[in-house]
C-alpha cells in the first residue's frame, strides 16, 4: 500500500528519549513559554505549514549548532507521524535576545541545548510553473523548489526572534544520527485484525488527529488497553478495532500503537473511498474525504 504517514518512526519518539531526559531541562513540555507563550510541537508545524507560508510560532526542542548548519528536532518525536522531514534549519541572529547564553550552553554540551524559540517557521518553496519553451530536464531543474541550510538540506527554516530558554543537554540523551526506526521485529505478529474504520462522525464534524495506545496482550489476545492521547471520538473506533485483534497463543506482549486520522480536501468527482495503510499492531494511517462545506 502507498505510504501515508510514518508513524512507526514516530513509536520511537515514545520509546526513546522518555520524559526523564526531557525532563532534565528547565523547559518542561508542560509549562507554557515565557512571556505566556504556548509552544507548538514541531512535527505539528512541520507537518502543516504550506509551500510559501510564514508563520510565527513558539517552539521546543534540541539545538545542533555546528559550523556549516544549525537545526532543530523534537527529542519526544524523533520521526514526524507523516511523512515529512522531522527537523528545520534554524537562523540565528547575534541580535536576538538570548542568543549569546544558547550559544554558551550549545558550546559546553557538545554543540547541543534544550531551547525553547520564539520566531517564524518558513515553508518549503512553492514548486515553479513549468516553461515549455525550455527543455524538459532544463524546465524541471529550474521548478525545483528552494530549500534552506548547507547543501540544500533542510525543507524548512526557523528564523529566531528570541531565545527563550537555552538549558545543557545531558550526554546520556542520544544525537538524532544515533536514534534508529524500530524493527519490524519490534512488535508481535498479528493473525487477525479487522480494516481500521474513520469514525462517520468524527468526519462529519471534521476530527483529526493522532490516538496513542498502550496495548498489553496475554495468551494472544487483548487484555488491556490505555489510551494515552487523543480525541475521545476517534479513540473509541481505534479501541473497537483494537478489540478484533489475535495474535498467537504464545505471544506476551506490551507495546504503544498509533492511529493517524487524516482529513483531505478532494476535487468533486474524485474517489470518495477512504484510504487505509495498516502497518498493525504497530500503527495505522487511515484517510477520509473531508466533508464538504
Known amino acids: 500500500m502507498r505510504l501515508l504517514a510514518n508513524s512507526t518512526g514516530f513509536l520511537l519518539g515514545l520509546f526513546c528519549l522518555t520524559a526523564a531526559s526531557w525532563g532534565a531541562s528547565a523547559s518542561a513540555d508542560?509549562?507554557?513559554a515565557s512571556g505566556g507563550d504556548v509552544a507548538t510541537p514541531?512535527?505539528?508545524?512541520?507537518?502543516?505549514?504550506?509551500?510559501?507560508?510564514?508563520?510565527?510560532?513558539?517552539?521546543?526542542?534540541?539545538?545542533?549548532?555546528?559550523?556549516e548548519t544549525t537545526m532543530l528536532y523534537d527529542p519526544e518525536s524523533p520521526y514526524c507521524p507523516l511523512d515529512v522531514q522531522s527537523t528545520t534549519e534554524v537562523e540565528l541572529s547575534s541580535k536576538a535576545p538570548g542568543n549569546a547564553r544558547l550559544l554558551k550552553t550549545a558550546?559546553?554540551?557538545?554543540?547541543?541545548?534544550?531551547?525553547?524559540?520564539?520566531?517564524?517557521?518558513?515553508?518549503?518553496?512553492?514548486?515553479?510553473e513549468d516553461d515549455p519553451t525550455e527543455q524538459v530536464i532544463v524546465a524541471y531543474s529550474r521548478r525545483l523548489p528552494l530549500?534552506?541550510?548547507?547543501?540544500?538540506?533542510?525543507?524548512t527554516q526557523f528564523v529566531v526572534t528570541e531565545v527563550l530558554a537555552s538549558d545543557p543537554v545531558p550526554a546520556t540523551?542520544?544525537?538524532?544520527?544515533?536514534?534508529?526506526r524500530p524493527p519490524e521485529?519490534?512488535?508481535?505478529?498479528?493473525l487477525e485484525a479487522a480494516l481500521p474504520q474513520y469514525p462517520e462522525l468524527a468526519r462529519r464534524a471534521g476530527i483529526s488527529g493522532e490516538v496513542v495506545v498502550e496495548v498489553t496482550i496475554k495468551a494472544g489476545r487483548v487484555a488491556a488497553t490505555a489510551v494515552t492521547s487523543g480525541d475521545r471520538m476517534l479513540a473509541r473506533a481505534v479501541l473497537r478495532n483494537i478489540e478484533t485483534w489475535r495474535f498467537g497463543d504464545d505471544v506476551e506482549a506490551?507495546?504503544?500503537?498509533?492511529?493517524?486520522?487524516?482529513?483531505?480536501?478532494?476535487?468533486?468527482g474524485d474517489d470518495r473511498n477512504t484510504r487505509v495503510d495498516s502497518r498493525l499492531p504497530a500503527s495505522a494511517t487511515v484517510v477520509a474525504p473531508q466533508e464538504a462545506q
Not at 558550546?107 to 515553479?128: F, H, I, M, N, Q
Not at 540523551?173 to 534508529?180: D, I, R, S
Not at 521485529?185 to 498479528?190: G, I, T, V, W
Open 107 to 128: 558550546e559546553a554540551s557538545d554543540g547541543r541545548a534544550y531551547v525553547t524559540l520564539r520566531g517564524v517557521l518558513w515553508g518549503p518553496d512553492k514548486v515553479k
Open 185 to 190: 521485529s519490534a512488535f508481535p505478529l498479528l
Open 173 to 180: 540523551v542520544p544525537n538524532l544520527g544515533a536514534l534508529k
Open 42 to 67: 514541531l512535527c505539528e508545524l512541520l507537518e502543516s505549514i504550506s509551500p510559501g507560508e510564514r508563520r510565527p510560532a513558539t517552539v521546543r526542542g534540541i539545538i545542533v549548532v555546528g559550523y
Open 147 to 155: 530549500r534552506f541550510g548547507h547543501m540544500s538540506y533542510s525543507r
Open 254 to 268: 506490551k507495546f504503544t500503537t498509533i492511529f493517524v486520522f487524516v482529513l483531505e480536501l478532494r476535487r468533486t
Open 30 to 32: 508542560s509549562r507554557p
